[in-house]
């Protein structure tokens, strides 16, 4: 089994439509991320959290939400999904003793398609 | 100007050739890089991570930084048709809270 799993790997959905995409994961990392990947574009960071109660905005995150439930759980809301915000989105963790920031581990990634 | 720059390619070379990918920097506060390789349709995966001025070499991978120029490269020496992939440079944003990646360079390796 992964180390970092994603639902729905893959989802379709119309415009105005609420979305959440889950993350879960074993390694016992205090930090979880969700970076979304457009072509051209590479990964941009939408939220991170480094516990259950640091939530932080990264470069994107207008139109997006996010709950840290546990520390091993980490969601991502669209409240009202848009077409642009169709794209391939990735969690990641990072944590472990001594391990710098930049060390991610990413989950399978979720496709999400807004028509 | 995005804060990681990279050359989008594609790269192609040879197998057996040395590929060299590149990228820069803007925040002069950041300390930490690192390469990440993902193959079509997978996920990131890291590679290489380099911390101070110089080489850092694992197996086939040289990572080389330059922080006078802000400036941060990746060496595949015998380059393999399964190094074909698109490779993400990274670096960690000062004050250490975020990564921040370039846009990837696609690598080519012709058998």
């Known amino acids: 089994d992964a180390d970092v799993t994603q639902t729905p790997r893959n989802r379709i959905t119309k415009t105005g439509k609420r979305i959440m995409l889950e993350c879960s994961q074993t390694k016992g990392h205090d930090r979880m991320y969700w970076y979304r990947q457009d072509p051209g574009l590479g990964l941009r960071l939408i939220y991170y959290s480094f516990d259950v109660k640091d939530i932080n905005k990264g470069e994107i995150s207008d139109g997006y939400s996010v709950s840290r439930q546990a520390q091993a759980k980490f969601s991502l809301s669209l409240e009202s999904a848009i077409p642009n915000q169709t794209a391939l989105y990735f969690c990641a963790t990072s944590g472990g003793r001594g391990a710098n920031t930049g060390e991610l581990f990413f989950g399978e990634g979720s496709r999400l398609t807004v028509l | 100007q995005k804060e990681v720059e990279q050359n989008s390619g594609p790269l192609s070379v040879p197998e057996g050739a040395i590929a060299s990918l590149n990228c820069t920097y803007s925040d002069r506060g950041s300390q930490s890089f690192f390469w990440y390789r993902q193959y079509s349709g997978k996920s990131p995966e890291l590679i290489m991570s380099?911390?101070?001025?110089g080489d850092q070499e694992d197996g086939r991978f040289t990572a080389q930084l330059n922080k006078a120029s802000q400036y941060v490269s990746l060496l595949i020496r015998d380059s393999q048709p399964s190094d074909s992939a698109t490779y993400l440079c990274?670096?960690?944003?000062?004050?250490?809270?975020?990564?921040?990646f370039g846009a990837g360079t696609r690598l080519f390796v012709k058998a």
């Open positions: 380099i911390y101070s001025n």
């Open positions: 990274a670096g960690v944003n000062t004050g250490g809270f975020k990564t921040i």
